[in-house]
């Protein structure tokens, strides 16, 4: 859903000049600006490398949810599989930027209760010491679709159908911890631009930018 989002709105920036989106199957979207490449194994890019390089940010949206896995198969399909993308990426692109969808509540410490929140700590703090150029991690809350974007979890897609007619009223009232995919997608690009005073963004400075 995010990813979704974030190519959106570069395809519209018109200060973007490409896109290399890397799927594992085609999606026959169709844009001057967008080239998708198929590739399977996602924990391994030593076939592609060379279509890898020249790039000046990869804003990284790949996640899944930790409903139902234990903390080995979670921290493999979160920081194995983005760390495997990440130090292949800072090899061939020192100078790239690098921004790593995470989420609200995310454990900095790696020492919290709550299973999720310490791996996706653990993948936040390992990619900060890659060298890139930068590093920037977002935090967002509740993310509301729009555009006809709908997310590939189930689970989640029932949620936002149900809540669609109060999601005006719950952004208004919690504006610290909703945000919108064209938001997202906004930031996201404005800070690979620009540059961010701090790596950690959460849902309010994600709306602020």
């Known amino acids: 859903m995010v990813g979704q989002g974030v190519l959106r709105e570069c395809l519209l920036d018109p ?50 949810s930790s409903a139902g896995m234990d903390e080995t198969k979670y921290t493999h399909l979160t920081y194995d599989l983005t760390l495997a993308a990440a130090r292949t990426l800072a090899r061939l692109n020192p100078n790239m930027t690098f921004i790593y969808i995470s989420g609200a509540g995310t454990d900095s410490t790696e020492r919290g209760r709550i299973m ?71 930031a996201m690009l404005k800070v690979a631009k620009q540059g961010y005073a701090r790596p950690i963004l959460e849902s309010k400075d994600i709306n602020a930018l």
């Open 116 to 186: 999720w929140a310490r791996v996706k700590g653990r993948t936040e703090n390992d990619l900060l010491k890659l060298p890139f150029k930068s590093a920037y991690l977002f935090r967002p809350g509740f993310i509301q679709p729009l555009h006809g974007i709908r997310s590939k979890t189930r689970l989640y897609q029932a949620l936002y159908t149900a809540l669609n007619p109060i999601l005006p009223l719950l952004r208004s009232a919690f504006p610290k911890y909703v945000t919108t995919t064209e938001q997202l997608g906004r």
């Open 15 to 64: 200060d973007v000049q490409q896109v290399l989106s890397i799927v594992r199957t085609l999606t026959n979207q169709q844009h001057p600006k967008l080239r998708e490449l198929v590739h399977t194994d996602f924990f391994d890019y030593s076939g592609i490398e060379s279509q890898l390089t020249g790039f000046d940010a990869c804003l990284f949206s790949l996640g899944v």
